[in-house]
């Protein structure tokens, strides 16, 4: 049972944040531009990851 909250409220948002700083601002910017590519392919990075445990997250423990 994947956890909507999990997946669509924190990895989805954190994946379309990351992309565009990592794709739209990063050029934009001179002086900054490698710590915000980092910065934005970290949060997208991490929004995956939130996106995949939300798709294996389960409320009830699992048994053995």
């Known amino acids: 049972m994947a956890s909507k909250a999990i997946v669509v409220g924190v990895g989805i948002p954190m994946i379309i944040v990351g992309a565009l700083m990592a794709w739209l601002w990063a050029p934009s910017e001179v002086t900054y531009q ?7 392919s970290t949060i997208g990075i991490l929004g995956v990851i939130f996106f995949i445990s939300g798709l294996f997250y389960r409320k009830e423990p699992v048994m053995h």
């Open 34 to 40: 490698n710590q915000v590519e980092l910065v934005g």
